[in-house]
């Protein structure tokens, strides 16, 4: 038989068995046919290469090792989703569709809301690619991880082209299988499946996806109007007949007193699931009134996704420790007996300051009550004061630095170590002045900071710019290879030419935010400037108040910090301001407050806002009286309705342009 012929019969097959198998869970052949079929495809293969496709099943088991993920415009936004948290948030969410649609009753479709990766497929015919979310507009090329996972088709029976979203998702046992040997092979283990699966299909080598155990549901079909058909659940159940891996826990209800009974069920079956859901996602099934429904910048309103209540279990709090931060804040954290909530493994919890230890009457050896604010972050609630015994120690705030021994001063509700060159702010203040806000220094992350600052190579953020005569050092240290010190190194010469407003930002100057680093670059356009500004001088700028012109003359008081400019100077390290400055005189936007709301054609959110500061504005993220300009794009939402209200200026993309221009 001709080789092409029987590699696309053997392809087809293997592609029906997958379906089979990971989608209906109903195999057709054993394990010995399906394995034999493989082994003659990839004989095929290597015996005519010119047949390999990158779809090919033999591709499944992943190999392809990437330098890094390609970017992709996503055809139509992928937006995220407004919560509920009550039943009278759903009833508030069911109240507005009927008004808008002016109609007694909706039906909805109420679907698991899966605790993974959202990702976009595009098919014409063949998979073409697959993207996370990203931003909502630019996502990641993932597809060579996306197509390691067998319920996902490589092709599909249509000509026409089609977008379907879903989620990539670690089961429940895949986790447990991963962890168990993860702990055999000394690995930190993944505190939840979300991480896990976030974690594996960002992985550059596919093989490592390949072996995680990944699956997915797919429960949105972007371009369903283009296929005629009208109802989301109809689009659901099109996507079954492709192939596609649907959730059959969903279920079309009958208006919202439907979809909060279907609530409440799950709530109860959400342990049996043998995948983590956060919540569930109400979405209005006529799709031909979404348009009418319409969007806000960030999420359709159609669609409402409620969000379990946090789960709180109880513990025991064993001790009190102290964290010291980049401008030396000091904080107090519970050491917890380790328990498990919401999936993860929980044994720290941040307490804040010390006043938020005293009015929760917190003592070491009590018994708390825990849970993680928006399923994420671990905080103590309260203490369970019935179960307190008498050996318990009554909590004290410490009164001199937990690394130094210098003493603490107490500033509002923080007590802060003011030492400069204890050892631990020289850590948080390499991390911060590395970071992508400030001198943008891709690969220099808090682990490889702490590793870099234990081996002795870096003290200070001045000593970033030395880090290059100890390469054949740090290549000796396990993970580290050529191109990723390379790469490192490269990253490192390239911030040297930051404009003024990063390195302004990354220096840590108490008070002093990215957008205040700005406004201050702005004005004085270099840092010998701006180092000569006194407190009077520096109150006349807007937004800039008496506690900041304090804190930043006092910093460039101090000799020391001045002779860190100088050592960042001498290493080539840029300090004056590249930004236009004279785009800001005599222009429309010059001193005015402007909102930008929806999405623009032109330019990103980021980039609008730059520009729009660079013509001297103030770009805040509220509608309010102070403001004076909204800048519309596509699917404005409240922002332009509250304009609307108080009758700011309202100006459309085009206008925006034009007086830019």
Known sequence: MDPKLRAEEITKLLEKYNYEYYVLDNPSVSDAEYDRLMQELIKIESEHPELKSPLSPTQRVGGAVQEEFKKITHKRMMLSLANAFNDTDLRDFDKKIRDVLGVGKVKYMAEMKIDGLGISLLYRKNLIYASTRGDGTIGEDVTSNVITIKSIPTHIDTDQELEIRGEVFMPKKSLAKLNQMREITGEPLFANARNAAAGSIRQLDSAVAASRGLDGFWYYFVNAKDFGIRYHSEALNYADKLGFKTNKERRLCDGIEEVIKYIE????????????????????????????????????????????????????????????????????????????????????????????????????????????????????????????????????????????????????????????????????????????????????????????????????????????????????????????????????????????????????????????????????????????????????????????????VNWFKDERNMELISGLKDRGVNFKYLGNTSLAAGNYFSGKTVVLTGTLASYGRKEATSLLEDLGAKVTGSVSKATDVVIAGEAAGSKLDKANQLGITVLSEDEFLALVK
Request: hydrophobic share 35%; glycine share 6%.
């Open 265 to 552: 069920e799950y709530t109860e079956k959400r342990p049996e699931l043998p995948y983590d859901i956060d919540g569930i996602v109400i979405k209005v099934d006529d799709m031909e009134t979404y348009d009418k429904l319409g969007y806000t910048s960030k999420t359709p309103r159609w669609a409402i996704a409620y969000k379990f209540p946090p789960e709180e279990v109880i513990t025991r709090l064993t001790d009190i420790i102290y964290t010291v931060g980049r401008t030396g804040k000091i904080t107090p954290n519970a050491v917890l007996e380790p328990v498990r909530v919401a999936g993860s493994l929980v044994q720290r919890a941040t307490l804040h300051n010390e006043d938020f230890v005293k009015d929760k009457d917190l003592m070491i050896g009590d018994y708390v009550v825990i849970r993680k604010a928006g399923d994420v972050i671990p905080e103590v609630v309260r203490v369970v004061k019935e179960r307190r015994t008498d050996d318990v120690k009554e909590y004290h705030m410490i009164d001199r630095c937990p690394v130094c021994g210098e003493p603490l001063t107490r500033l509002d509700a923080m007590h802060y170590c003011l030492n400069p060159h204890c050892e631990a702010k020289k850590i948080e203040q390499i991390i911060h002045f590395s970071s992508r806000d400030a001198m943008d220094i891709e690969g220099m992350g808090e682990k490889v900071v702490e590793q870099f600052f234990n081996q002795g190579f870096i003290k200070n953020i001045v000593e970033i710019y030395d880090l290059s005569q100890y390469r054949d050092e740090i290549i000796a240290l396990d993970g580290w290879k050529d191109k990723s010190i390379d790469n490192l190194l490269e990253a490192i010469e390239k911030s040297k030419e930051n404009s003024l407003e990063k390195v302004l930002f990354g220096l840590g100057i108490k008070e002093v935010g990215a957008k205040t680093a700005k406004v201050l670059s702005r004005k004085y356009l270099d840092i010998d400037a701006l180092s000569k500004a006194s407190e009077e001088e520096l109150l006349e700028i807007q937004d800039v108040g008496p506690i900041l012109s304090k804190s930043l």
